[in-house]
């Protein structure tokens, strides 16, 4: 089980968002670069950005402060937002991103994700962030008709490294996370699914760590780490502690 640390970026601050909803974020270090040599300082193993501006410009717009830190740290990094097109996945992969994570485009333009997936292996991953079911799309701002499952199902078999799977519901308000349903989705798909939104304290890894959750490749830590409400020490020794027993 990996416990990702967020960076979400928005005019080039690391920022906490509630529900997904651009006008009631909160900034939380006006240095992202600095931020990500915290994370790595304090232990954890790899790290989750997003664009929030690039998901809803469909295009990269934080780029300056994504590059900053990939030369912060030596980290495995994860980025979603506004990777649109195969050239803008092939630029951030160039640049030291170790996997990409394509959601808006996952819904409207699969098979992007499967060329892709198919030119860069184990170096795609799929974003899925639903809303009472339904996926989410250009920065949470749009609600599609298709389901997180049928979404998923698509890519069963085209090289896709993960799933993440968002509760917008629940996402920075410190509610838990959404593990039935992360777990039903993993449980459906024979890809590796990652839990994210709400995550609140220890519980929530706790939780993640029981046999039902074995399926489930991480979670998405955000708010619960920049507000003190789950220390990482503890969390990432739980973390060691269970991998050093299985």
Same mark, same amino acid.
């Given at each position: 089980m990996i416990l990702f640390p967020a960076i979400d970026l928005k005019d080039g601050r690391c920022v906490r968002l509630e529900q997904g909803d651009m006008a009631r974020a909160t900034v939380f270090n006006l240095d992202p670069a600095a931020q990500a040599e915290s994370f790595a300082a304090q232990g954890f193993e790899y790290?989750? +950005?997003? $664009?929030?501006?690039?998901?809803f410009a469909g295009k990269p717009v934080n780029a300056q402060a994504v590059e900053a830190m990939l030369r912060a740290v030596t980290m495995p990094v994860q980025l979603g937002g506004g990777i649109r097109d195969l050239k803008t996945v092939e630029a951030w992969l160039d640049k030291g991103i170790t996997r990409v994570i394509i959601g808006t485009a996952a819904v409207r333009d699969?098979?992007? #994700?499967?060329?892709?997936?198919?030119?860069?292996?184990? *170096? +795609? /991953?799929?974003?899925?962030?639903? *809303? $009472?079911?339904? =996926? /989410? +799309? @250009? %920065?949470?701002a749009e609600t599609s008709e298709v389901t997180a499952l049928e979404i998923a199902q698509r890519f069963e078999d085209a090289g896709v490294t993960a799933i993440i799977f968002t509760d917008i519901a629940r996402d920075?308000?410190?509610?838990?996370?959404?593990? @039935?349903?992360?777990? /039903?989705?993993?449980?459906?798909?024979?890809?590796? =699914?990652?839990?994210?939104? %709400?995550?609140?304290?220890? $519980? $929530? #890894?706790?939780?993640?760590?029981?046999? *039902?959750?074995?399926k489930l490749e991480g979670a998405i830590a955000g708010r619960a780490l920049y507000d003190g409400r789950l220390d990482p020490a503890a969390a990432l020794a739980l973390i060691r502690s269970a991998r050093a027993a299985a």
């Amino acid at each position: 089980m990996i416990l990702f640390p967020a960076i979400d970026l928005k005019d080039g601050r690391c920022v906490r968002l509630e529900q997904g909803d651009m006008a009631r974020a909160t900034v939380f270090n006006l240095d992202p670069a600095a931020q990500a040599e915290s994370f790595a300082a304090q232990g954890f193993e790899y790290l989750h +950005v997003v $664009d929030l501006d690039g998901a809803f410009a469909g295009k990269p717009v934080n780029a300056q402060a994504v590059e900053a830190m990939l030369r912060a740290v030596t980290m495995p990094v994860q980025l979603g937002g506004g990777i649109r097109d195969l050239k803008t996945v092939e630029a951030w992969l160039d640049k030291g991103i170790t996997r990409v994570i394509i959601g808006t485009a996952a819904v409207r333009d699969p098979g992007l #994700v499967k060329s892709a997936a198919k030119k860069f292996p184990a *170096r +795609v /991953a799929v974003g899925l962030d639903a *809303r $009472d079911g339904k =996926v /989410a +799309v @250009e %920065g949470w701002a749009e609600t599609s008709e298709v389901t997180a499952l049928e979404i998923a199902q698509r890519f069963e078999d085209a090289g896709v490294t993960a799933i993440i799977f968002t509760d917008i519901a629940r996402d920075g308000l410190l509610k838990g996370l959404n593990l @039935e349903a992360t777990i /039903a989705l993993a449980d459906a798909i024979s890809l590796p =699914v990652i839990a994210s939104g %709400g995550l609140a304290s220890i $519980d $929530d #890894v706790k939780a993640m760590l029981t046999p *039902r959750a074995k399926k489930l490749e991480g979670a998405i830590a955000g708010r619960a780490l920049y507000d003190g409400r789950l220390d990482p020490a503890a969390a990432l020794a739980l973390i060691r502690s269970a991998r050093a027993a299985a």
